[in-house]
């Protein structure tokens, strides 16, 4: 059985830092490419950073860029997103998930998902 599970959120005041974790069970995160999304209750989902350790592959939105990093730690068989400097905007759950396929410069085609963590900045 495939099973993502996050872990990390949590609430913070604006320039502060969390990091998110989600573990695989079932499979190994690095045969696959994995992505971190975040929504907020009545918008679309988007995607915040994904990768693809295998072939070293990664995204970014423009809107974490220099601020959130994605890494994957194989042994432990997790994947990390590291949020600094936060903003009131990165409110949102974030959910990680997994895809077997990169295309147009992101991960694509994701099958699995955790059930999100919460993360919510105050100014």
């Known amino acids: 059985q495939v099973q993502l599970v996050e872990s990390g959120g949590d609430s913070v005041q604006a320039g502060g830092s969390l990091t998110l974790s989600c573990v695989g069970s079932?499979?190994?995160?690095?045969?696959?490419?994995m992505g971190w999304f975040r929504q907020v209750p009545g918008k679309e989902r988007e995607g915040v950073a994904h990768i693809y350790t295998r072939y070293g592959w990664i995204y970014y939105d423009d809107s974490v860029k220099g601020r959130f990093t994605i890494s994957q730690d194989d042994a432990k068989n997790t994947v990390y997103l590291q949020m600094n400097t936060l903003k009131p905007e990165d409110t949102a759950k974030y959910y990680c998930?997994?895809?077997?396929?990169?295309?147009?410069?992101?991960?694509?085609?994701?099958?699995?998902w955790g059930q999100g963590t919460q993360v919510t900045v105050s100014s």
């Open positions: 998930a997994s895809a077997g396929l990169w295309e147009g410069g992101r991960c694509t085609r994701f099958l699995n």
């Open positions: 079932g499979y190994s995160v690095s045969g696959n490419c």
